[in-house]
């Protein structure tokens, strides 16, 4: 059995799974909350909950095997993982939006009924797990896939930003700040996957993913407080049925995983742009004739 010669804290395959781990851990409180709106009425909504509890301690005992050098282990647990949160959050999206959206087929009950993304949250961490056994962390298109997970989630962040605002008409001037956020982030996470992209590109993108975790903290804190100065007589019920309060901290997820495939990227972009010395790549006819 192989023994690791660096640091699992600059090993990116391992942050990438600490990530998941603690994301799919995380959702435990958020699916308690949103399904505790109706009581748990229905036994499938259990699901999800129970599959936040388990998976978290297949992936803790994945990582001591990482750690150890046993991949095989590392490997087979991680995909029973991946692979069982793939399908139920493609499950509880087809559920969601067979609550309402199927049934209507308008823009109101899309906006209204069941957050249909919500459970894709399970889908794009099970996907990361799966990516991070199948493609070798030292492949360039390593970090293009996490970019592609991490565009995915700041999408359907997004879309969250968009639809929840919706229900109360955008009635606070400064709720479009999270729409303004989710639109630059899909935006600068999509150009690396059209054409090549620079080290100061790079930066900035990073920058933007900073500043949507900014948005993310301060959207937060704008949810508790709105909950508190609820009306709801109890404290349980102002979170519950108020304000998503952990709805805002994705965009710090998506940050968060962003950062570490632009972090990679950058590594693996050469500080000067093949082409002249001056770094300034030449225009495309004059590459042509060349």
Same mark, same amino acid.
């Given at each position: 059995?192989?023994?690791?010669?660096?640091?699992?804290?600059?090993?990116?395959?391992?942050?990438?799974?600490?990530?998941?781990?603690?994301?799919? /851990?995380?959702?435990?409180?958020?699916?308690?909350?949103?399904?505790?709106?109706?009581?748990?009425?229905?036994? +499938?909504?259990?699901?999800?909950?129970?599959?936040?509890?388990?998976?978290?301690?297949?992936?803790? %005992?994945?990582?001591?095997?990482?750690?150890?050098?046993?991949?095989?282990?590392?490997?087979?647990?991680?995909?029973? %993982?991946?692979?069982?949160?793939?399908?139920?959050?493609?499950?509880?999206?087809?559920?969601?939006?067979?609550?309402?959206?199927?049934?209507?087929?308008?823009?109101?009950?899309?906006?209204?009924?069941?957050?249909?993304?919500? &459970?894709?949250?399970?889908?794009?961490?099970?996907?990361?797990?799966?990516?991070?056994?199948?493609?070798?962390?030292?492949?360039?298109?390593?970090?293009?896939?996490?970019?592609?997970?991490?565009?995915?989630?700041?999408?359907?962040?997004?879309?969250?930003?968009?639809?929840?605002?919706?229900?109360?008409?955008?009635?606070?001037?400064?709720?479009?700040?999270?729409?303004?956020?989710?639109?630059?982030?899909? /935006?600068?996470?999509?150009?690396?996957?059209?054409?090549?992209?620079?080290?100061?590109?790079?930066?900035?993108?990073? %920058?933007?993913?900073?500043?949507?975790?900014?948005?993310?903290?301060? /959207?937060? /804190? @704008?949810?508790? +407080? +709105?909950?508190?100065?609820?009306?709801? &007589?109890? @404290?349980?019920?102002?979170?519950?049925?108020?304000?998503?309060?952990?709805?805002? @901290?994705?965009?710090?997820?998506?940050?968060?995983?962003?950062?570490?495939?632009?972090?990679?990227?950058?590594?693996?972009?050469?500080?000067?742009?093949?082409?002249?010395?001056?770094?300034?790549?030449?225009?495309?006819?004059?590459? %042509?004739?060349?």
């Amino acid at each position: 059995m192989a023994r690791r010669t660096t640091s699992l804290w600059v090993d990116h395959r391992f942050l990438v799974e600490l990530f998941a781990l603690i994301n799919i /851990g995380g959702l435990t409180a958020d699916i308690y909350l949103a399904h505790s709106m109706n009581l748990f009425r229905e036994r +499938a909504e259990y699901i999800p909950l129970i599959v936040s509890l388990t998976a978290p301690v297949l992936l803790i %005992a994945g990582a001591w095997c990482y750690s150890r050098g046993s991949m095989r282990a590392w490997a087979f647990l991680g995909h029973v %993982a991946g692979w069982t949160c793939i399908l139920v959050g493609i499950a509880g999206a087809m559920y969601h939006l067979e609550s309402s959206f199927f049934q209507a087929r308008t823009l109101s009950s899309l906006v209204y009924s069941a957050p249909f993304a919500a &459970p894709l949250a399970y889908t794009g961490l099970g996907l990361l797990l799966v990516m991070n056994r199948m493609v070798a962390p030292d492949d360039p298109e390593w970090a293009y896939w996490v970019l592609l997970l991490a565009l995915g989630g700041y999408l359907g962040n997004f879309i969250f930003s968009v639809t929840d605002h919706a229900q109360n008409g955008f009635y606070y001037r400064i709720e479009w700040v999270a729409v303004i956020t989710g639109a630059f982030g899909v /935006g600068f996470l999509f150009i690396p996957f059209v054409r090549r992209v620079t080290r100061p590109y790079i930066l900035c993108c990073a %920058a933007v993913m900073v500043v949507g975790a900014v948005v993310g903290v301060v /959207g937060c /804190g @704008l949810h508790v +407080a +709105a909950d508190l100065g609820a009306s709801e &007589p109890s @404290l349980f019920g102002r979170v519950v049925y108020g304000a998503p309060v952990f709805a805002p @901290l994705l965009f710090v997820d998506m940050a968060v995983l962003a950062l570490i495939g632009l972090g990679v990227l950058f590594t693996q972009t050469p500080p000067v742009p093949s082409g002249r010395a001056d770094g300034k790549v030449p225009p495309a006819t004059t590459r %042509a004739r060349s």
